[in-house]
T-cell receptor, first 114, second 113 residues
Framework: NAGVTQTPKFRVLKTGQSMTLLCAQDMNHEYMYWYRQDPGMGLRLIHY???????AKGEVPDGYNVSRLKKQNFLLGLESAAPSQTSVYFC?????????????FGPGTRLTVT | RKEVEQDPGPFNVPEGATVAFNCTYS??????FFWYRQDCRKEPKLLMS???SGNEDGRFTAQLNRASQYISLLIRDSKLSDSATYLCVVPHEKNTGFQKLVFGTGTRLLVSP
């Protein structure tokens, strides 16, 4: 099992460019999440999905869109990148959501917007 | 008050030492808690879950104090490989029924020879 994988690992964008981050999991998990991690701040939830074809906003959704067309994939899109979106992005998945269900994280994507 | 607060450290300890971190949380309704470990430039990984008063796993002990709303992580006989950032994580149930995880900013531990 590869677990949770993310592509790309690194990316540099210019302001205004667009890109899509891909997350894939092979654990048949229902729930998937996108977080961003910035220095001095905890991981913050951008968007999440409770199943194939469904998505919902997290704490910091502005400037991002997501899609979950297949159960194993969760895509994060930046339509017009801004320097404030420079961050490390982590995708995670869990079998269900609740008090006892562990979230498994991908290795992260380091994005710099100049 | 922040939802989850941790001392950022770093905590510098020699090998073999015992070290403890505290984490305070604001949501008194939270029922369970987690400690995740994050190595430098890596993803977070679950270290321990805490459901009742505490949990022990080898050299690691997590304790919960609901009255004071804090959880602690105790590491005995520190190893060099314990050097990492430890994230305190508290589930928070939204009015939609979705339970998001609220992550602390982490406490950095450096274990030296």
């Amino acid at each position: 099992n590869a677990g949770v994988t993310q592509t790309p690992k690194f990316r540099v964008l210019k302001t205004g460019q667009s890109m899509t981050l891909l997350c894939a999991q092979d654990m048949n998990h229902e729930y998937m999440y996108w977080y961003r991690q910035d220095p001095g701040m905890g991981l913050r939830l951008i968007h999440y999905s409770v199943g194939e074809g469904t998505t919902a906003k997290g704490e910091v959704p502005d400037g991002y869109n997501v899609s979950r067309l297949k159960k194993q994939n969760f895509l994060l899109g930046l339509e017009s990148a801004a320097p404030s979106q420079t961050s490390v992005y982590f995708c995670a998945s869990s079998y269900l959501q609740g008090w006892s269900y562990e979230q498994y994280f991908g290795p992260g994507t380091r994005l710099t917007v100049t | 008050r922040k939802e989850v607060e941790q001392d950022p450290g770093p905590f510098n300890v020699p090998e073999g030492a015992t070290v403890a971190f505290n984490c305070t949380y604001s949501n008194s309704a939270s029922q369970s808690f987690f400690w995740y470990r994050q190595d430098c430039r890596k993803e977070p990984k679950l270290l321990m879950s805490v459901y009742s008063s505490g949990n022990e796993d080898g050299r690691f002990t997590a304790q919960l104090n609901r009255a004071s709303q804090y959880i602690s992580l105790l590491i005995r006989d520190s190893k060099l490989s314990d050097s990492a950032t430890y994230l305190c994580v508290v589930p928070h149930e939204k009015n939609t029924g979705f339970q998001k995880l609220v992550f602390g900013t982490g406490t950095r531990l450096l274990v030296s020879p």
